[in-house]
């Protein structure tokens, strides 16, 4: 009983109107009401302490000849001197930025206030009615009157101030028309009560009201705000926080950091479980992230698998550093969604204001940079930025200008490496391989320039430029060789490609079977869920498809029953350590045996002496490619040696 009794009185004085029967609220929004019934007390605060000095100025000029007239100037300059420091107050907090949260113990002050202000208007007619004259009678009951209406007013929207103010006026005026006893004053006392009951009735209405509207506009603001899957902030309340911060660095130069973090694995989860499962993965980490956070700091998902963070009031980087430790530890136990433990990781970049900047502009653009390098660590790493990832992203936007125009300015070409097949010793194909030679930075290795052409979209036009001159290619090489492309995973997510392949075979005049599509399963497969379906279209065209790096992804065997592969290619990583890692060999062994009972060609890349060649003849591996077998050549190379085998086996016949 007495823990309720104490829980009822602090809601009460914090001005919470569910102590007066309204519907409860938590804390948070309690502390957004709190702050919006602060707000309109301050902007009427000022107006309302000048009336104040002013009333407590008159009622001194009124008792200047009464003979309490020390006393009311005692009183009068004591009401001035609060009312200024009151209204001096108020003028300078509503200069400061609007809070959005505001403490219980910020509503106990002004519950305080207003009934000390109440208190010195209630002594009035207690010390200074009685024998002041009529005229002075009249100034009192007007003032009295008037501080009811005016408190009423001020507090209308915290009722508990109200009554803090009025009642002791109220208290003051009862006492003193009692000891009056005449029946006149009984009646201006029946006025009083009269009187004082419709202001408080119109303070309790204006109060729920003036509620209502504020829950209201802040469930508005925050569906606006939130995230609709999370219920976490969204980009539009992350920008106005970054804002905020900004503004208090400019202010006080307090620091903060921004935090951005990028989830692995989020499109597979999507692709392989569904949508909902997806929906059900980021709802799982965006409880983790929080859990993760100090009380008043909220994530944010500002992206499909993005999340970020505002560190304020950072003394040290240190801290920030410790926070996004604990993001990515929180990663450690997998998620468990529809049954099945699915494991989740993250990357973080960091960016420190106003060391890495003091624009919205600038730390965002160098916390991505910062998360960019991070993801190209692996998953669970965290990067601060540096100014060395300034420079690299520029030399990156100045490659991904260059490669733009570099078809166009016949930079790229193509070269071919062969398979060789070990029963008959004949060569059967090549594999197409890219490359870009820069005019003032020479030749760039694919790995450099491939990854920039997949982030920007200028894959697209490499891949249909590539497919079309590897079929002009072939157009001059004997019919049973063929030609093996390489498709990056975003080329996947272009719907023509499939017509472009047939444009490209049909203006070449080459029969769909000598083209040959590899892909990286590891890469490619288990983000891109449209895949499977483009590449049996593939294969009902007659083009041949290729899994490259057979043996570094996760789910080989699951796609070999999905996909009707035409070959698969040990991954070389396997084949250069097979004669002396047992456990390689045995790899390479049931690969092939695999491959063999699936009817599926074996290809052994990164072939680079006899001995490797010798040991995959033995076990009966289709084809291979290396070194030892041919370095990749240029289309003129190769049918320059096709001419001189032709002529040579013409003089033999």
Known sequence: ????????????????????????????????????????????????????????????????????????????????????????????????????????????????????????????????????????????????????????????TVPIAAIAFTAPIFLGTAVCLAREGDFVYLLVAVLVVVYGLVLLRGVFVHAFEFRRRVIAQHEAERTVRQDSLTHLPNRIAFNEALAGALNRLARSGEEFAVLLLDLDRFKEVNDRFGHPAGDEFLVQVAARLQRCTRAAEHVARIGGDEFALIMSNLTRPEDALAIAERFVASFAEPFVIEGCEIAGATNIGIVLAPRDGNTSHDLLKHVDIALHRAKKSGPGTIAFFEASDDKSARDRRALQRDLERAIDANELFLVYQPFLDIRTGRITGFEALLRWQHPERGLIPPTVFIPIAEESGVIHQLGEWVIRQACATLSRWPDRIRIAVNFSAVQFQNVGILQTIVQALTAANVSPHRLEIEITESMLISKYGSAPAILNSLIELGVTVALDDFGTGFSSLTYLRKVPFSRIKIDQSFIRDMLTQPDCAAIVKSVIGLAQDLQIGVVAEGVETADQLEYLRQTSCDEVQGYLIGRPMSASEISALFDRSSRQSVHAA
């Open 1 to 156: 009983m007495r823990t309720y009794l104490s829980s009822y009185l602090a809601r009460m004085l914090a001005g919470d109107l569910a102590a007066f029967g309204a519907p409860p609220t938590d804390d948070a929004l309690a502390g957004h009401i709190r702050a919006e019934q602060i707000s309109l007390v301050l902007g009427y605060s000022v107006g309302i302490m000048l009336a104040n000095a002013c009333n407590a100025l008159v009622l001194a000029v009124a008792l200047w000849q009464s003979p309490d007239w020390a006393f009311a100037l005692v009183w009068a300059a004591g009401v001035i001197s609060a009312a200024l420091f009151f209204g001096l107050q108020a003028r300078a907090s509503r200069r400061i930025a609007k809070p959005q949260f505001v403490s219980r113990r910020t509503m106990y002050r002004l519950v305080r206030n207003a009934l000390a202000l109440g208190a010195a208007w209630g002594i009035v007619p207690v010390a200074f009615f009685a024998d002041a004259s009529s005229g002075a009678q009249l100034v009192i009951t007007c003032l009295c009157a008037g501080m009811l209406a005016g408190g009423a007013f001020a507090f209308s």
